[in-house]
Structure formats: structure tokens, C-alpha cells
T-cell receptor
Framework: DVKVTQSSRYLVKRTGEKVFLECVQDMDHENMFWYRQDPGLGLRLIYFSYDVKMKEKGDIPEGYSVSREKKERFSLILESASTNQTSMYLC????????????????FGQGTRLTVV | AQKVTQAQTEISVVEKEDVTLDCVYE???????LFWYKQPPSGELVFLIR??????QNEISGRYSWNFQKSTSSFNFTITASQVVDSAVYFCALSYPYNTDKLIFGTGTRLQVFP
């Protein structure tokens, strides 16, 4: 089974702290994603990575950065946490292009609920 | 613009009732994919189905069925004979343009099935 593991289920951080959210997948997937989930807004894409050291901004990248030094690991970084970044963060991975076909299904981690106080 | 609308915020039913979750999408693409995901209380989104824009056949998987209609830009999801274990938040999603695995999600519908 594909497994996407997020390092923490719950985090509480102070305003201004630098925060690292870690995600590891064990299926050699090319693509990894960070989404943010807020009530009434659904999931919104923060950043996307399609290969090691390759990244692409999603819809709401402001205040975030990412790192992908190894294929299996994708980190989301909040440079200076703010209260409006209190949210549920979901990591996902997908195979990428398979036999010429995109849009393979994504596998999600259990989420990290971050509270910034 | 790419957009997914799930107008039903929350639905409550009693066990064994049938329930339909609506999904309406907007896209400029002629080739696109639609998805449904389930998010149980544990938090992890679980993939249910992917449908490409050229395949309008309805699909049935056990108690789940999906109705894709390009003419109305809808991709509705029906659960027949609902069970308490179906209680979850359900998300409809649309692929980004230009053939990537990125998704645009709707706001989700919370389904509560009471015994």
C-alpha cells in the first residue's frame, strides 16, 4: 500500500517562528503536493514538486516555501508563522505520467493541524 | 477559469436512505479529469474515482455510483442504501490544465448518516 506520512498530527507554534512540516512517501512517486484545508474553502494547493529540487507555486504560495532534496521527502516551510496560517495541512503524492497518461490519483497523508498562537 | 462547486455544505440522512452529492465544474479545457475523494474523521483523503472528459459512461461500484454529464458540467455521486460508515466529507476535484496531476477541489460536502 502507498503510504504518505506526515511527521506530526498536531502542532502549536508561536507567531514569528519558523515552522517545518515534513512529509514522506514510500512508493517512489514523482509528484508531491502540499495543500491547505480550511472550512468553507476546501483544499487549496500551496506548492507542487514534480521532481527532486523542482517546485512550482500553487494557488496560495505566499508565506510558504518548500524543499525537496530527496525524492521521498517534501517539506513545507513557514518562514515566519502567522495566525492566518492556522489550518490543516495535507501532503499528497502521485505517480506522475504513466504510459503517456497524466492525472493519476493522489494519495494523501493524514494531515497536520497547525495552530499558530 | 477553473472552478468546482459543491453547493451542498452538509447533508444528513438516516441509514439505508439513498443520497446524491452534487458537483458542478467549470473548465476551458477539452481534456480534463474529474475525481471524488472521501475524507473520514481520521483526516486522510481516500481516492474514490477518476473520470476523463471523453468517457461519459456512468460508473457503479457497489453502493456507489457516479453520473457524469458534460452537457450540464456535472459529476454527481450517489450512495445507495447509505451506512453510518459513509459519514465523511466528500470532495469533488478537477484537474488543472496542461496535463498535470494538480487538482482544484470543491469546498466539500459533509455527509452524516444516522442509525
Amino acid at each position: 500500500d502507498v503510504k504518505v506520512t506526515q511527521s506530526s498530527r498536531y502542532l502549536v507554534k508561536r507567531t514569528g517562528e519558523k515552522v517545518f512540516l515534513e512529509c514522506v512517501q514510500d512508493m517512489d512517486h514523482e509528484n508531491m503536493f502540499w495543500y491547505r484545508q480550511d472550512p468553507g474553502l476546501g483544499l487549496r494547493l500551496i506548492y507542487f514538486s514534480y521532481d527532486v529540487k523542482m517546485k512550482e507555486k500553487g494557488d496560495i504560495p505566499e508565506g510558504y516555501s518548500v524543499s525537496r532534496e530527496k525524492k521521498e521527502r517534501f517539506s513545507l516551510i513557514l518562514e515566519s508563522a502567522s495566525t492566518n496560517q492556522t489550518s490543516m495541512y495535507l501532503c499528497a503524492s502521485s505517480t506522475g505520467r504513466v504510459g503517456g497518461r497524466w492525472n493519476t490519483e493522489a494519495f494523501f497523508g493524514q494531515g497536520t493541524r497547525l495552530t499558530v498562537v | 477559469a477553473q472552478k468546482v462547486t459543491q453547493a451542498q455544505t452538509e447533508i444528513s440522512v438516516v441509514e439505508k436512505e439513498d443520497v446524491t452529492l452534487d458537483c458542478v465544474y467549470e473548465t476551458r479545457d477539452t481534456t480534463y479529469y474529474l475525481f471524488w475523494y472521501k475524507q473520514p474523521p481520521s483526516g486522510e483523503l481516500v481516492f474514490l474515482i477518476r473520470r476523463n472528459s471523453f468517457d461519459e459512461q456512468n460508473e457503479i461500484s457497489g453502493r456507489y455510483s457516479w453520473n457524469f454529464q458534460k452537457s450540464t458540467s456535472s459529476f454527481n455521486f450517489t450512495i445507495t442504501a447509505s451506512q453510518v460508515v459513509d459519514s465523511a466529507v466528500y470532495f469533488c476535484a478537477l484537474s488543472y490544465p496542461y496535463n498535470t496531476d494538480k487538482l482544484i477541489f470543491g469546498t466539500g460536502t459533509r455527509l452524516q448518516v444516522f442509525p
